[in-house]
């Protein structure tokens, strides 16, 4: 049971314009979310991330939206760069934000970002 | 410099053999976590421990084991039961009291021939 989803395995982008990467999760007990990019044989590194009680967080280039009603989140770069070619993966914990403690984080399948010249 | 140091970075290991990928941080996180990533299937809990001489199974627990005997080491054995090994093992850790942002080390590859 796939509880946090992104449905699209790739997408490609050009220089300069949004790319926007989406993430869907069916547990209604997650309350914080976060967004990771791996490059190929490296581990993950932290990008953004946001609790349920807000429903947008900026970091720079980076913008993620929680949607909770729909149980949907979105990672906009804007400008996309060729820097960014990665694969981004969606991350959700349940209790985070109440017990504020390590809790283990439930991954999505990644959507690999190609920012094409 | 503070981090997450995973070896090795490749390993081969023949069937039947148990096999032990080393993972150690000096980020003085209290806790710990294995992840398995597969093509396709994104990064799967196999085991996490949230302070010394104490672990949790992930979603994916079987035919592995772990031990945690001191903070900075959280080492993971790839069994012989473990069906299907081959695959992309991560370390990742995290402070006490953080929401989540786990930090990641560079991952071990492992193939069974």
């Known amino acids: 049971d796939q509880q946090v989803k992104q449905n699209s395995p790739s997408l490609s982008v050009q220089e300069g314009r949004i790319s926007i990467l989406n993430c869907d999760y069916t547990n209604s007990m997650f309350d914080y979310f976060l967004w990771y990019k791996k490059y190929p044989a490296e581990g993950p590194t932290f990008l953004i991330s946001i609790s349920s009680i807000k429903d947008k967080n900026e970091d720079g280039r980076f913008t993620v939206f929680l949607n909770k009603s729909a149980k949907h989140l979105s990672l906009h770069i804007v400008p996309s760069q060729p820097g960014d070619s990665a694969v981004y993966f969606c991350a959700a914990s349940a209790g985070g934000v109440v017990t504020g403690g390590g809790n283990k984080l439930t991954f999505g399948t990644g959507t690999q970002l190609k920012v094409e010249l | 410099d503070g981090g997450i140091t995973q070896s090795p970075k490749y390993l081969f290991r023949k069937e039947g053999q148990n096999v032990t990928l080393s993972c150690e941080q000096n980020?003085?996180?209290?806790?710990m976590y294995w992840y398995r990533q597969d093509p396709g299937q994104g990064l799967r809990l196999i085991y996490y421990s949230q302070i010394v001489n104490d672990f949790q199974k992930g979603d994916i627990a079987e035919g592995y084991s772990v031990s945690r005997e001191k903070k900075e080491s959280f080492p993971l054995t790839v069994t012989s039961a473990q069906k299907n090994p081959t695959a992309f093992y991560l370390c990742a850790s995290t402070k006490r009291g953080n929401t989540g942002e786990l930090f990641f080390g560079e991952g071990s590859r492992l193939t069974v021939l």
């Open positions: 980020l003085n996180h209290d806790a």
